[in-house]
């Protein structure tokens, strides 16, 4: 059973604290909905598959007839004690020095009144019976169920692995020494592979026992003795224990997880994005699968950051004052945009799913669409060019043609943008020909496009692209250290056309 | 059959280019294996399910000595005239005013052929049979078959409302228009649900037509009267021809997409990335199946950018000369590292999945791990008191170990992380806490840490967790507008302990 855990490090790092979250919420959801029934003393075959929550509850609402009362009353007896218990453990936990024994005053407890009182016999209750004590030899594990239960051994696998890696974190971090995520994986491989042998549960880290460990002093594995005695000796004396005495402790220690239900409305105003994530896997795991909503939870995070990259913060830039600094004007006040130059900042990697973003908002905040402004200005071209050969022939002159159509092309009120790369991490090859068909685009309209603040990656890549023509010939020209310097660039090089502007 | 196509329009952003030439590549393999068999003339059942390739070509291995000669040697003739057609096509495609009919020819060839040789009773080759002619009436779609097309559905409807989309864009471009890609979504789910009324295909775009339509000038869909003229009086001709020769012409239409085999190694060479991405799209539409192939192609695309943020560029900044530029030390030679103060700069968004990246390569940078170094100035300090203790007891002087303990605190050759936030679009809730993590820890060590360049996201996320302080009370001293600025505030702060230090 304990098999199959030499998996790959790296998937930990995949795991974002909402989504863990929301799964151990829902992972507890289904536990207790497992465990429900146990309270009512009901005897419904597990369901396997897909929807085992909601199949359950369908069950357990459909026998609920067949409750049996000792059971019901000795689990609500159970949880009120146990609750209790915990409630008081929380409130004096200052005074408290040692934690409150409650399952164990629980258990024992029950234990008797069962013995005594006899409620198998007399109320058919069901009980957990023989419990073996000692070891059983040792034996190949079973190999025929490893198709059986490898599905479900992958998420156990991850969970247990993404739990000890994060508490031995934890712990390096409190104590001073670091962790090697490989390392302790090949651990808790051998944790359980070997045990495998011996008909031993998956081994796992738990929080609240290495808490009580560390902060009672144990650094080796010594404590363990206490169970092994348990192991030896006590398991006898627990025949007579109701089955829904062990199913209330269990639910019980859900309360934590399940209680997250409650800081949700907080998550939301906090981060919405978490909260949805929480939402998402909780829900996924909950009504689907808990291996399922494992997987749904980390691709749910993911296309989450995804979707954040699709849509980044863009902005058109203005100088502060008398500096070479250049922000958002949206953002902060008193900027003064740059004469006949824009200045646009895209706040992402620029890849295939956003280069459609990218080229939109561009046209947007530069308020020109080049393809369709060569359509119109085609068009008016044409008409220009028809009105002014009518004229030149009724005037006999041929040359105003030309002097319509230069008036067309003088639209714009900017020469040049200035992409400000600086939040560029990197581009890949789609980004790279959204570039490049900008550049050409731009320049049929006589609006030169050069590139400000970017990254020795991101010039790398541009250089493979050849966008700066054969052997980077035009790089001095279209490349620039900071926006300030494009811009004082930019003007250098369309002095005369501003000036003809002006006149007009 | 035509159903199901009112899906989001956002799915086609996912498509990058490289994955879609995979997936072609991949698809085309499979639809060349489904035909393959039909060359020789073999009578294999379809496979369905997953690896239909594999399994496919070990049928057709099995059955080889099966092999229907007369058809194999009309494949062989079919498919040597179509390939020897489409090379002379592209080699003189400047002087060939309209397409070569190499098509038609063969298909006209072979039906006279085979009808006239008789060929279907001689040899038992497989013929087409009947063609119905005209129209069928109109009869509602059986819905009982919806549940088993339904996933064979998904990619069809995905890819096609890709193709269309991308086709649009490009003719738009370059006739001057907009395309919106949710209303050509509607426009195509309209032309797929009314039509399965009628015995229909699903309706998509095919970029060969459409090429040909617009270069010969038509604008509308009149043209698709050629189209029923064959449907209604042609169609009874073909009743001889042979189904190898229909496979042939498939597989020859399929040159074009198998012939990117060849380009793998310039695309590696070009970008690894995309090579990788075609690869796995390929192997897994080719292998497992064409809907997972599409799902494993997005999945891994969008990985690979993840892997991107995941491991980004950061780097130490130096000063370029006596300007307040700050540039990458790696990459720019004749930088001057600023002194006591190192600047770090991260370039991708901070986000749960690289938090760990991000602390890691900020602890090698600096040189400094915080908590081993708290751990080993404790010991250092224990051990410096041991030693001035049991001096201070020799001499009977009691100050000498805090002076001691000051000296062990002296090692750090710098007293201010500057970290340049110009390159990080935003932060998630993991990445503010490693944010307030980092400066806690440098704090304990004396280190001091503040921001640069921030966007103004970043700085909202940064107030929303109280980074600052309560009431933004330490933003001034934490937060600067340039790396330059925070130099100068880190060098004013601590003069005297560098003075200090120069004295030590």
């Keep these: 059973m304990g098999f199959k855990v030499f998996r790959l490090g790296f998937v930990s790092v995949y795991l974002s604290a909402p989504m863990l979250d929301g799964f151990a919420t829902g992972a507890s959801f289904t536990i207790l909905t497992v465990q429900a029934k146990y309270l009512l003393g009901l005897k419904i075959p ?5 929807g085992t929550v909601v199949v359950t509850w369908i069950n357990i609402f459909a026998n609920i007839h067949k409750t049996n009362v000792c059971d019901l009353i000795t689990s609500a007896i159970c949880i009120t004690v146990l609750v209790a218990g915990k409630e008081i453990q929380e409130r004096y936990k200052d005074r408290l020095k040692i934690p409150l024994p409650t399952e164990l005053v629980v258990v024992g407890g029950a234990t008797l009144a069962s013995h005594f009182g006899n409620l198998n016999h007399h109320y058919g209750t069901s009980v957990s019976g023989h419990i073996p004590t000692g070891f059983i030899p040792p034996q190949v594990p079973s190999f025929s169920l490893m198709p059986r239960v490898a599905l479900d051994a992958i998420p156990l696998a991850v969970i247990s692995f993404a739990f000890t890696v994060s508490l031995s974190e934890m712990f390096a971090k409190k104590n001073g020494y670091t962790v090697r995520p490989n390392q302790e994986m090949f651990a808790i491989g051998c944790c359980n592979i070997i045990p495998s042998f011996f008909h031993c549960f998956t081994t796992s880290a738990a929080l609240a026992k290495t808490m009580v460990k560390d902060s009672t ?5 010594v404590t363990a003795l206490v169970i092994l005695l348990v192991l030896l000796f006590f398991a006898p004396f627990f025949h007579a224990l109701q089955k829904c005495v062990l199913a209330c402790i269990i639910i019980v220690s859900l309360r934590g997880a399940l209680r997250k239900f409650k800081d949700v409305p907080a998550k939301w105003r906090a981060s919405r994005n978490d909260a949805v994530v929480w939402l998402i896997t909780m829900s996924a795991t909950a009504l689907i699968s808990v291996e399922l909503g494992l997987l749904v939870g980390i691709s749910f995070s993911l296309i989450c950051i995804i979707y954040k990259t699709q849509n980044p913060r863009v902005s058109l830039l203005g100088r502060a004052g008398d500096s070479d600094l250049y922000e958002d004007m949206e953002e902060y006040q008193n900027l003064v945009p740059p004469s006949r130059v824009r200045v646009f900042r895209f706040q992402a990697p620029l890849y295939y799913a956003n280069k459609d973003t990218f080229l939109k908002t561009l046209y947007k905040a530069v308020g020109v669409t080049p393809f369709l ?3 119109s200005r085609r068009k008016a071209e044409k008409k220009a060019k028809k009105i002014s050969m009518t004229q030149a022939q009724a005037n006999g002159d041929t ?6 159509v230069a008036l067309v092309q003088r639209q714009l009120d900017f020469h040049t943008i200035i992409l400000d790369c600086s939040a560029i991490p990197f581009l890949d090859s789609t980004g790279l020909v959204a570039f490049q ?6 320049a049929e309209i006589g609006v030169r496009v050069v590139l400000a603040c970017c990254n020795t990656s991101l010039i790398d ?3 493979k692209g050849q966008l700066f023509g054969k052997g980077d010939k035009d790089m001095s020209k279209m490349l620039f250290h900071t926006v300030h310097h494009a811009i ?3 003007n250098i090089q369309q002095p005369d056309k501003s000036s003809e502007d002006s006149v007009l």
Tied chains: 1, 2.
């Design 46 to 50: 597990r369901h396997q598959g897909y």
């Design 217 to 221: 002093g144990c650094q080796t594995q």
């Design 373 to 375: 402004e060569m359509t």
């Design 399 to 404: 040359n105003n043609g030309d002097v319509v």
């Design 437 to 442: 068909g900008l550049l050409k685009e731009f």
């Design 461 to 463: 890549t541009l250089q």
């Design 488 to 490: 004082l660039y930019a």
